[in-house]
């Protein structure tokens, strides 16, 4: 179910020189705006389009695990202050969507999900199937009664066509990527396709978060050193 699988999206490690690298993100080549009429207001609490910054990860991905270990060691205020939400591309996706929202529902920390992606891509577990993810789950301190119960409950269900709606709207179509929103309702989008590593993929992402709070254009902001 949440097996390792190989994605086309691979980790890209910057060359370390010893110094700062001045990287300032460019419209149509490192991110893009996305230029539709504004989202749809969402009625679920886990699923929300008011974020300044929302990411995409999937359990299988192993460059959604290394981001989400970038942010932990390097960005501790964006592991805690940006948004996420499972990407729900393909259909084999949908146990690791369900596993995703009901973890939220159950208000578990993102520290479970870094777990389980850890049991996955680094310890080799074979976490193919709903009751090997209980075992695992179980294991963690997670109420499995809870989880069972959640699950299968509308709540997910109805969860996951608003997931289905946001994603229609958007160019959602890999992993890792971000939607960041600014004050004005513009939207930004940036997967790691568009980016040399996973440190310009946070910068991008801060760079266009740092034009949500004001209503300058992107460009008027000062660049980002990228140790």
């Known amino acids: 179910m949440f097996a390792k699988i190989p994605f086309f999206i691979f980790l890209l490690l910057l060359t370390s020189t010893g110094s700062a690298e001045i990287f300032t993100p460019v419209e149509n080549v490192h991110y893009q705006t996305i230029k539709t009429a504004p989202l749809i207001e969402l009625n679920n609490s886990s699923i929300k389009n008011s974020d300044n910054v929302t990411l995409f990860l999937w359990y299988g991905c192993e460059t ?5 270990q970038l942010l932990k060691q390097s960005h501790p205020q964006n592991e805690t202050n940006w948004n996420r ?5 393909l259909k084999q996706w949908r146990a690791s969507t369900k596993t995703f929202l009901v973890l939220r529902t159950l208000n578990e920390p993102l520290d479970v999900d870094l777990q389980l992606m850890i049991a996955i891509h680094d ?10 993810i209980e075992a ?13 119960a959640a699950y299968r409950s509308k709540n997910i269900n109805d969860q996951i066509k608003e997931l289905e709606v946001l994603q229609q709207q958007t160019p959602i179509l890999k992993v890792p990527s971000a939607l960041i929103l600014s004050n004005n ?7 790691l396709t568009m980016v040399e590593s996973l440190e310009q993929f946070v910068a991008t992402i801060n760079y266009l978060d740092s034009d949500s709070s004001s209503t300058s254009p992107p460009g008027s902001n000062p660049a980002t050193s990228i140790p």
């Not at 959604?64 to 989400?68: F, G, I």
């Not at 695992?136 to 069972?148: M, P, Q, S, Y």
Request: hydrophobic residues 40%.
């Open 185 to 191: 309702n513009q939207r930004y989008y940036v997967d």
């Open 136 to 148: 695992f789950l179980a294991n963690l301190g997670v109420n499995i009664d809870e989880f069972k």
């Open 64 to 68: 959604c695990l290394r981001l989400e």
């Open 123 to 132: 310890l080799g577990s074979n976490l193919s199937s709903l009751e090997s």
């Open 85 to 89: 939400l499972p990407a729900n591309l």
